[in-house]
């Protein structure tokens, strides 16, 4: 990766590429706009053609048939001739066939424990489990898409008449959903979606004050999503088919108060000083770009490193866009078991993707093709550039909540939202999002630090973005400034101190699952 020994220097508007490992045969170009023909870089390569930002120029010949590498691997094979100082782009490129999963090394590379760090703390909210929050909201589930309109109301009477007096409490939030009924709710992979809004109840940015809004006809009954320790299930759920509701206004009534009793336990709750070890750190990327896998994504790797030093949990997701890069995973593996668990979640999902009549070349979108990946095994390369360099401790299957602490794979689809929900499901009390080409995520379950690949999308969106990490393409910052830079905002935002920009305009996304299981 690029270190700060290789970091290209800005010097005007002079010409500049990036390329990352002694072995590529491509570099990408830097300059905003791109680059015309005829521009003549120092070492005296010379542009034949007009090269976009971002996109990749041949640093020698490659002839028909040949490797397209980069990151020091093969990201195509290439159609027809490609000659030096020529653009690489996605016609002229073939997508390499994915590893083989019965071939892979397990456990064979487990990297040494790096130095731990102490003292580094944030103010959290402590929880009954021992779990740390980093908010402090009331989240109402749903246990059927039919109730999401009245619960609407209800929570905009809770904000506008109950909130205000409980000045502790940051939000109250409605875990909607399109589930629950007409679902084949005992199918093997019903237990995805079912899972998922069971743990997302238990995110330790909600105190552990659970509640449930169901209709009473749902397949999905509102008991299920209770916990088993929160005593009997009816204390913790409004139905609103129940005799005893009088009309719209009785419904509403109901939820208001037991939404009080909450709220005046969570108000108790205060941020202490806990050991930054109490952090579990979500690491997704959208709308990503060739700058990805150069600039925030190796920062969003070392400050994984550098979490996990402190004894904190990171996961890292989205299976699409790992699998062209799962042979450099599995030798990372803690033991052969975290290996063979990374290969199930892969070969699940290869199946999954071959039912639907579809494979991983679907993916990269029309912008990431844009933005410079040719196609899903350089986007692949880019991403797990996130997970840093620590060996791999666990891996959870979509919905599951973490167990172990480190660097966690927590098997997700790579569409935002359904990442973004999963990774809350699974624990996660902060998450940094990386992106290049720019889009406007957020959850309001947790606070997201946004990223950006490039300076110029910094500048931009800048009452969007959190941090440029696009200051390591121009040589202004290193991999380990920015990740260390990025530490610490995640610990300033995690005590509350500093409210990213999706925060500040309260601008979120919905949930929404992932179901794999039929629906009747």
Same mark, same amino acid.
């Given at each position: ?27 990408? #170009?830097?300059?905003?706009?791109? *680059? =015309?023909? @005829? ?26 048939? @040949?490797? +397209? ?5 093969? +990201? $195509? ?7 030096? $100082?020529?653009?690489?782009?996605? /016609? ?26 102490? @003292? ?10 021992? /779990? ?36 502790? #409490?940051?939000?109250?939030?409605? *875990? ?20 998922? *809004? ?9 105190? &552990?004050? #659970?509640?449930?809004? $169901?209709? %009473? ?20 759920? +409004? ?7 009088? &009309? ?17 336990? *969570? ?30 994504? =190796? ?36 033991? =052969? ?18 039912? &639907? ?6 993916? =990269? /979108? ?39 602490? %480190? ?22 009390? #902060?998450? !940094?999002?990386?992106?290049?080409? $720019? ?8 606070? !997201? ?56 305009? @309260? ?14």
């Amino acid at each position: 990766m690029l270190s700060a020994e290789t970091a290209p220097r800005a010097e005007g508007d002079a010409p500049r590429t990036i390329r990352l490992h002694a072995d590529d045969n491509v570099a990408i #170009v830097v300059n905003a706009f791109g *680059l =015309p023909a @005829g521009t003549v870089f120092p070492d005296g390569l010379t542009l034949r053609e007009f090269v976009p930002q971002g996109h990749k120029v041949a640093l020698a010949d490659i002839p028909e048939g @040949g490797h +397209v590498r980069r990151y020091g691997e093969v +990201v $195509g094979i290439a159609l027809r001739d490609i000659a030096q $100082g020529t653009w690489v782009e996605e /016609s002229c490129v073939e997508t390499p066939t994915a590893p083989a999963l019965d071939a892979l090394e397990k456990a064979t590379r487990i990297p040494a424990a790096l130095p731990p760090l102490d @003292g580094y703390t944030f103010e959290g909210f402590r929880n009954p489990d021992g /779990s740390v929050g980093t908010k402090n909201i009331l989240a109402i589930s749903t246990s059927v898409q039919c109730v999401t309109g009245t619960l609407d109301v209800a929570i905009k009477r809770i904000r506008e008449e109950l909130l205000p007096r409980f000045p502790n #409490v940051d939000d109250v939030i409605g *875990l909607t959903h399109a589930y629950g009924c007409g679902v084949a709710i005992n199918a093997p992979e019903a237990v995805i979606p079912i899972r998922t *809004l069971q743990s997302l109840a238990k995110n330790p940015n909600f105190g &552990g004050e #659970v509640m449930v809004v $169901g209709l %009473g006809c749902e397949k999905l009954v509102s008991e299920r999503l209770v916990p088993a320790d929160k005593g009997a299930a009816e204390d913790s759920v +409004v139905r609103l088919q129940d005799e005893r509701h009088q &009309g719209f206004g009785s419904m509403i009534d109901s939820i208001m108060t037991m939404a009080e009793a909450r709220l005046a336990v *969570l108000n108790r709750r205060q941020r202490e000083t806990c050991p930054a070890s109490e952090l579990v750190v979500g690491l997704q990327c959208g709308g990503s770009d060739a700058f990805s896998g150069v600039t925030a994504n =190796p920062s969003l790797g070392f400050a994984a490193d550098l979490l996990v030093r402190c004894g904190a949990t990171v996961l890292f997701s989205e299976v699409t866009e790992v699998r062209d890069a799962i042979h450099l995973l599995t030798p990372r593996a803690a033991t =052969p078991e975290v290996a063979d668990a990374l290969i199930r979640e892969m070969a699940w999902y290869d199946d999954y993707l071959e039912k &639907g009549g579809a494979d991983r070349r679907a993916n =990269p /979108s029309p912008g990431n093709k844009k933005g410079g990946l040719n196609n899903i095994v350089e986007k692949a390369l880019g991403s797990v550039a996130k997970s840093g360099t620590s060996a791999i401790a666990g891996v959870l299957a979509p919905g599951e909540r973490v167990r172990e602490r %480190g660097l966690i794979f927590a098997a997700t689809p790579a569409s935002d939202f359904v990442c973004g929900t999963l990774q809350l499901a699974s624990g996660i009390t #902060v998450q !940094v999002f990386s992106t290049g080409r $720019g889009t406007p995520y957020g959850l309001a379950q947790a606070p !997201v630090i946004k990223v950006a690949t490039r300076t110029e999308l910094s500048q931009r969106w800048s009452d969007l973005i959190d941090l440029d990490a696009g200051r390591i393409a121009t040589g202004e910052s290193t991999i380990e400034e920015m990740g260390w830079e990025l530490f610490q905002l995640i610990l300033d935002v995690a005590s509350g101190r500093k409210r990213p920009w999706s925060d500040r305009w @309260g601008l979120y996304n919905d949930l929404t699952l992932f179901n794999p299981a039929p629906i009747t």
